[in-house]
Each structure stands twice: as structure tokens, then as C-alpha cells.
């Protein structure tokens, strides 16, 4: 069993800072990748950053220069640091970590996601 929990969301100003966190727990034998969606309330999910086990990272165009991923692989934790937030940036993180298990495979496992609200 996997177990992947957000931390760090809350409420900012525009213009503002915060910082996300998503651990990765249980069995399995390595990461893959993790990535952060997100959703706004009416919209559908969308990828806002993904890094490889390798430390590629890719992001959405939407969030290039102001957002950042970055992982410690020895805690098994990516963070999303988001800068110069807007209105916009509003919704719900979810984090995503693909794993391969004990027995080979690769899966997908889900937070329960941390809300980010961005208003004055």
C-alpha cells in the first residue's frame, strides 16, 4: 500500500508566496515520478509540474518562472514552490506519485489534495 499526503496549502494575498509539500509512504521500490494537478472549482484537472526520478521537470505554461518542483528523493517528498501567485492559481493540489512496486509494475497513487486560495 501507498500513501501520499499533501501539505502546506492556506490562503495568500496576489503576489504572494507558498510553498507545497507531497510525501510518498509505504511499499514500494522507487518513484518514478511525481507530479502536481490541479482543479478549479468548474474546471477540469491539469497538470501543473512533473519531476522524474531523474530530476527533468516540465510545467505548465501557465505557471513557467513563477512555480517550481523540486524533490528529496532520500524522503521521498517533491515540493511546488509558487511564486508571484494570482488569482488564477486558485484550486485544489493534488499530488501524484507513479511508483513501481515491490513486483515491477508502475502505478499511480493520489493525494487527497490542499487547497490554495489566492485572493486580497
Known amino acids: 500500500q501507498v500513501q501520499v499526503v499533501e501539505s502546506g496549502g492556506g490562503l495568500v494575498q496576489p503576489g504572494g508566496s507558498l510553498r507545497v509539500s507531497c510525501a510518498a509512504s509505504?511499499?514500494?521500490?522507487?518513484?518514478?515520478?511525481m507530479n502536481w494537478y490541479r482543479q478549479a472549482p468548474g474546471k477540469e484537472r491539469e497538470l501543473v509540474a512533473r519531476?522524474?526520478?531523474?530530476?527533468?521537470?516540465n510545467y505548465a505554461d501557465s505557471v513557467k518562472d513563477r512555480f517550481t518542483i523540486s524533490r528529496d528523493n532520500a524522503k521521498n517528498t517533491v515540493y511546488l514552490q509558487m511564486n508571484s501567485l494570482k488569482p488564477d492559481d486558485t484550486a485544489v493540489y493534488y499530488c501524484n506519485a507513479v511508483v513501481i512496486t515491490l513486483w515491477g509494475r508502475m502505478e499511480a497513487y493520489w493525494g487527497q489534495g490542499t487547497q490554495v486560495t489566492v485572493s486580497s
Open positions: 509505504g511499499s514500494f521500490s522507487s518513484i518514478n515520478a
Open positions: 519531476i522524474t526520478s531523474g530530476g527533468s521537470t
